[in-house]
């Protein structure tokens, strides 16, 4: 049988149909969906027309026992209790059919609740600590769950899964507060772990091993941390789609602003605890590979973190207010790492590669762009207060302006050539801040540091780091 339906499926659009095996007949939603994007019905054995329940406990002794029937469809009830867990510890039925007598494939379908995004307001539904007081008996969504207001109170985050429980309870699963969907799983049967989950109608796929747990100690699987259920409506750029996640920490649970589309985050990587803030915010078009990109929080309207190609590479601890862009590449283990962006400040077509970084970099109403950053170059441990950087090429160089601190200054057309510059203060300087000018930094072999340059009568001009 095949069924055509409106995209999100939603497993209580799909009409039922009789499961004649020996549980006794009681009506079933199964379901699949092929190559065309079609509902089509599960393809049972040809000894049954519905799946075979059977609880966890009860598919390991079958398997044990060699008893499994080949061809049938095991409706699997109880599987990895703690992915989801909406207070009933009742875990997550599966299917999945038998290769053998004491076989099942590791690809099948899971049944999953999808909290109700709303995409029609700001924020989607999700709770935050800066939202009114709530009315008792509202509703707010966090963590990938419903949740019931108590007592009039705003209430604390928990941790990225949970509200406190004295003033909210996380409502059980049921068909006002969630959708119920059916989505591409794979199952690993021996440590009883969902490894993937794939929402075909969004494009979001997502896998995460029990190796991967182990290897990131993450404690919550990354299929548990991601947003599914609240697939991006292009036209007004809300929600998430068409992101892939293997065998990496893409913590986005509580996404609650702009577009979230197009990633792919690989080799373990870990993307965790960001916080988007509406209006008009992207993260987009980016490819993470063997990376760590760490509490980051995007605020403000009109932000965007976007067409970033970050590899071997970490952007660590980071803050952007109120319209930063970045659209960074950082290849071969280089590294933005511990930056606040804030008020209208940007970071943008900045390339860091062969281990470059830009460390620890405090900025407040800054621009820096237009940067590249070569052969284990540096911008380190810096305060920049009302300045910018940029236009500035590193060639096998770094700046470190540690422990001096750049108020109010520009450094625009500059060329650093092979040169360490730290623990220099130069405020005081005026050539190296004069934008008329397209300078070259340098180090003589006596280790003094000159900048030269041509004057406007073609004079080779050369002076003093701090002239």
Same mark, same amino acid.
């Given at each position: 049988?095949?069924?055509?339906?409106?995209?999100?499926?939603?497993? @209580?659009?799909?009409?039922?149909?009789?499961?004649?095996?020996?549980?006794?007949?009681?009506?079933?939603?199964?379901?699949?969906?092929?190559?065309?994007?079609?509902?089509?019905?599960?393809? =049972?054995?040809?000894? /049954?027309? $519905?799946?075979?329940?059977?609880?966890?406990?009860?598919?390991?002794?079958?398997?044990?026992?060699?008893?499994?029937?080949?061809?049938?469809?095991?409706?699997?009830?109880?599987?990895?209790? &703690?992915?989801?867990?909406?207070?009933?510890?009742?875990?997550?039925?599966?299917?999945?059919? $038998?290769?053998?007598?004491?076989?099942?494939?590791?690809?099948?379908?899971? @049944?999953?609740?999808?909290?109700?995004?709303?995409?029609?307001? $700001?924020?989607?539904?999700?709770?935050?600590?800066?939202?009114?007081?709530?009315?008792?008996?509202?509703?707010?969504? !966090?963590?990938?769950?419903?949740?019931?207001?108590?007592?009039?109170?705003?209430?604390?985050?928990?941790?990225?899964?949970?509200?406190?429980?004295?003033? !909210?309870?996380?409502?059980?699963?049921?068909?006002?507060?969630?959708?119920?969907?059916?989505?591409?799983?794979?199952?690993?049967?021996?440590?009883?772990?969902?490894?993937?989950?794939?929402?075909?109608?969004?494009?979001?796929?997502?896998?995460?091993?029990?190796?991967? +747990?182990?290897?990131?100690?993450?404690?919550?699987?990354?299929?548990?941390?991601? #947003?599914?259920?609240?697939?991006?409506?292009?036209?007004?750029?809300?929600?998430? /789609?068409?992101?892939?996640?293997?065998?990496?920490?893409?913590?986005?649970?509580? =996404?609650?602003?702009?577009?979230?589309?197009?990633?792919?985050?690989?080799?373990?990587? &870990?993307?965790?605890?960001?916080?988007?803030?509406?209006?008009?915010?992207? =993260?987009?078009?980016?490819?993470?590979?063997?990376?760590?990109?760490?509490?980051?929080?995007?605020?403000?309207?009109?932000?965007?973190?976007?067409?970033?190609?970050?590899?071997?590479?970490?952007?660590? /601890?980071?803050?952007?207010? +109120?319209?930063?862009?970045?659209?960074?590449?950082?290849?071969?283990?280089?590294?933005?790492?511990?930056?606040?962006?804030?008020?209208?400040? /940007?970071? *943008?077509?900045?390339?860091?590669?062969?281990?470059?970084?830009?460390?620890?970099?405090?900025?407040?109403?800054?621009?820096? *762009?237009?940067?590249?950053?070569?052969?284990?170059?540096?911008? #380190?441990?810096?305060?920049?207060?009302?300045?910018?950087?940029?236009?500035? @090429? =590193?060639?096998?160089?770094?700046?470190?302006?540690?422990?001096?601190?750049?108020?109010?200054?520009?450094?625009?057309?500059?060329?650093?050539?092979?040169?360490?510059?730290?623990?220099?203060?130069?405020?005081?300087?005026?050539?190296?801040?004069?934008?008329?000018?397209?300078?070259?930094?340098?180090?003589?072999?006596?280790?003094?540091?000159?900048?030269?340059?041509?004057?406007?009568?073609?004079?080779?001009?050369?002076?003093?780091?701090?002239?």
């Amino acid at each position: 049988m095949v069924f055509n339906y409106k995209n999100p499926l939603i497993l @209580e659009d799909v009409p039922t149909f009789d499961d004649k095996n020996s549980t006794g007949g009681s009506s079933l939603r199964t379901l699949n969906i092929d190559r065309q994007g079609r509902v089509v019905g599960i393809p =049972f054995g040809s000894e /049954s027309t $519905a799946p075979i329940i059977k609880t966890k406990t009860e598919i390991d002794v079958l398997i044990l026992s060699n008893a499994l029937l080949i061809g049938s469809v095991y409706k699997i009830t109880g599987v990895h209790p &703690n992915l989801y867990n909406d207070g009933t510890n009742s875990g997550t039925t599966i299917y999945l059919q $038998a290769l053998t007598n004491n076989t099942l494939a590791k690809e099948g379908y899971g @049944e999953f609740w999808n909290p109700k995004y709303n995409q029609a307001i $700001a924020g989607f539904g999700i709770w935050n600590e800066n939202m009114d007081n709530p009315v008792i008996g509202s509703k707010v969504i !966090w963590g990938g769950y419903s949740w019931t207001n108590n007592t009039g109170e705003v209430g604390y985050d928990e941790d990225v899964l949970n509200i406190n429980v004295v003033d !909210w309870t996380k409502d059980i699963y049921n068909y006002t507060d969630y959708r119920k969907v059916i989505d591409v799983i794979e199952y690993d049967l021996t440590h009883d772990y969902i490894i993937r989950r794939k929402e075909v109608e969004g494009g979001n796929d997502v896998t995460f091993t029990y190796y991967d +747990n182990l290897a990131l100690t993450p404690i919550v699987s990354s299929i548990a941390l991601f #947003q599914f259920g609240n697939i991006a409506d292009l036209p007004d750029l809300h929600g998430v /789609s068409s992101n892939i996640i293997q065998n990496s920490v893409f913590e986005c649970i509580n =996404f609650c602003g702009g577009l979230l589309a197009n990633n792919n985050v690989s080799g373990r990587s &870990n993307f965790y605890s960001n916080t988007f803030d509406p209006v008009y915010i992207e =993260f987009k078009d980016n490819t993470l590979v063997d990376c760590t990109m760490y509490n980051n929080r995007f605020r403000g309207a009109t932000s965007s973190f976007i067409n970033n190609n970050i590899k071997n590479s970490n952007v660590t /601890s980071n803050t952007f207010t +109120n319209s930063s862009v970045i659209a960074t590449i950082l290849e071969s283990e280089s590294y933005i790492n511990g930056c606040n962006i804030n008020n209208n400040s /940007s970071i *943008s077509y900045v390339d860091l590669r062969q281990a470059s970084r830009i460390d620890r970099l405090n900025t407040n109403n800054t621009q820096i *762009s237009y940067i590249s950053l070569c052969q284990l170059s540096v911008i #380190q441990t810096t305060t920049i207060n009302g300045s910018s950087i940029t236009d500035v @090429e =590193f060639i096998s160089s770094a700046l470190v302006l540690q422990p001096y601190t750049l108020t109010a200054k520009t450094i625009a057309h500059l060329r650093l050539e092979n040169v360490l510059v730290s623990n220099i203060n130069l405020q005081a300087a005026t050539v190296l801040f004069d934008t008329t000018l397209t300078k070259t930094l340098y180090k003589r072999p006596d280790d003094v540091y000159r900048i030269r340059y041509y004057n406007n009568s073609d004079q080779l001009t050369i002076v003093p780091i701090t002239t």
